[in-house]
């Protein structure tokens, strides 16, 4: 699923992201250019240095988890692509 982001996703903001990611119970993984990191790793996050504008492709093992991707939405981090 792409997302393009809307805020610097730094200390607490990345924080929030990675909190909510380690709920869902299979892997998902964050690609931006050739870096993948997984979703659940406040240092893989921080280490993407994600800024407005940034494109990312959120891969669930599982299915897309819609609940995540709404909440990400609704606070203004993330709009859909």
Do not use: C
């Amino acid at each position: 699923m792409d997302l393009k982001v809307k805020k610097p996703i730094f200390a607490n903001t990345a924080s929030i992201f990675v909190n909510r990611m380690s709920e869902y119970e299979g892997t998902v993984l964050i690609k931006k250019d050739h870096w993948v990191v997984d979703a659940k790793s406040l240092l893989g996050v921080l280490a993407l240095s994600l800024q407005p504008g940034d494109v990312i492709d959120l891969d669930f093992s599982n299915g897309s988890d819609e609940d995540a991707v709404s909440s990400f939405v609704d606070q203004g981090l993330f709009e859909k692509k």
